[in-house]
């Protein structure tokens, strides 16, 4: 054979021994393939928390909050804020003011005015009153002079009326005497002349004192209701005054204007700090509050307990929070056990762990909140102890056996 032909055969036989051994790698089924390049890396989803036996602690994650959580401090929507008198981490008493709207200002004023119109007619009633109240007593003190005075005059002149009249009939006593005597003639003629004018005289002062004491009680009458019809008009011009004078509508406008004054006041719900200002001078307040601050001296922990988990829990029992950001270990209290199941909020950043838990919130409350106050919405590590409660459990169950 010649040389040239065998070297062409051996070229063919080595040239479709590499096209089968591509052929073969490139046909060869994918899972051949994956687990030769690499090595495994099956991810087995964990399975959901079982129910534990005898359980030490419950471990969960959490979040720092204020004692009553973040509060919102909002005002109308749609006003502008006038002033704000606070800044963002400033500690505020409960009541103090924090900001005030647009139309503070105004409604401001129109309380000047209407306490200064309210002070005026206070002022007026007081003067109408003393002035009243003078007419009154003198009106009164008239009634009594004719009731007392005038009646004691009465008295006078009727004890003047008996006298009188027994003057008149003494005299006349002495007269007919006198006339006996002088038809026997043992009496003269100017005796007897004397006794008959002492009777004529004695009889005019009695007519004179009926006569007047007819006129005292006529005028008595007279005056007595002169004066009390005096008496009665002070009385009724006082009344008239006060009505005249609108003290208690007054009063109701400035509390109205009051009222609505306060609305334009934000005044701080509790004691705490300021933990965010969204709205400024100037701008006008939209669905989101002008402000949040929070009860910052009583932090809570807020844990978010196994739905599987809860039944261990009990209020009074120990809790210890910690985090890479806290400078130490904080402890606390179980105060609260919810009775509501949710979806978790703090998401752990293990990809392995649920995102897609069932939990019962469990509100702590720290015993220094003077670290915890610095980061609301902290995300923590929460360990419960359970012990004593899952003692108090046994107890229990025991107790109830039947004997």
């Not at 004691?152 to 006349?172: C, M, S």
């Not at 005056?223 to 609108?246: H, W």
């Amino acid at each position: 054979m010649p040389q040239w032909r065998s070297k062409y055969t051996i070229g063919l036989v080595v040239g479709f021994l590499v096209l089968g051994g591509l052929g073969s790698a490139f046909l060869k089924p994918p899972f051949l393939f994956s687990s030769a390049a690499s090595p495994s890396t099956t991810f087995t989803p964990p399975a959901r928390r079982a129910p534990a036996g005898d359980r030490k602690t419950v471990q969960c994650l959490g979040r720092l909050e204020p004692g009553r959580g973040v509060v919102n401090v909002s005002a109308g929507e749609g006003t502008r804020i006038d002033k704000l008198l606070i800044v963002e981490g400033q500690l505020v008493k409960e009541g103090d003011l924090l900001a005030t709207t647009e139309a503070h200002p105004e409604l401001a004023a129109e309380k000047k005015h209407a306490e200064s119109q309210l002070k005026e007619a206070r002022e007026q009633l007081e003067a109408e009153t003393r002035r009243g109240k003078s007419l009154i007593e003198e009106a009164d003190l008239a009634v009594r002079r004719v009731k007392e005075v005038v009646c004691h005059e009465i008295l006078a002149q009727k004890a003047t009326v008996r006298l009188n009249e027994a003057q008149l009939e003494e005299a006349r006593r002495d007269f007919a005497r006198s006339k006996t005597l002088r038809n026997t003639s043992s009496a003269s003629r100017e005796e007897y002349d004397r006794y008959e004018i002492a009777v004529s005289r004695m009889t005019q002062q009695l007519d004179v004192g009926k006569a007047n004491l007819a006129r005292l009680q006529a005028d008595q009458g007279v005056a007595l209701l002169e004066t009390e019809t005096r008496l009665a008009t002070a009385r009724a011009n006082l009344l008239k005054a006060e009505r005249a004078i609108q003290i208690d509508s007054l009063d109701k406008r400035v509390a109205l204007i009051d009222a609505r004054l306060e609305r334009t006041q934000l005044r701080a719900p509790v004691t705490g700090h300021v933990l965010r200002i969204f709205t400024y001078p100037g701008e006008r307040i939209a669905s989101k509050p002008v402000l949040q601050m929070g009860e910052t001296g009583k932090m809570m922990a807020v844990a978010e307990v196994y739905e599987t988990d809860i039944r261990f829990l009990r209020a009074g029992q120990r809790a210890t929070v910690t985090s890479p950001a806290l400078a130490q270990e904080l402890t606390g209290t179980v105060e609260i056990v919810g009775q509501r199941i949710y979806k978790n909020d703090v998401l752990n950043v293990d990809p392995r762990a649920e995102t897609d838990s069932r939990v019962v919130e469990v509100r702590i409350r720290l015993d220094d909140s003077s670290l915890a106050r610095h980061f609301v919405y902290l995300q923590v590590d929460i360990v419960i102890d359970v012990a004593a409660a899952q003692t108090a459990m046994v107890v229990d169950k025991r107790r109830a056996l039947p004997r």
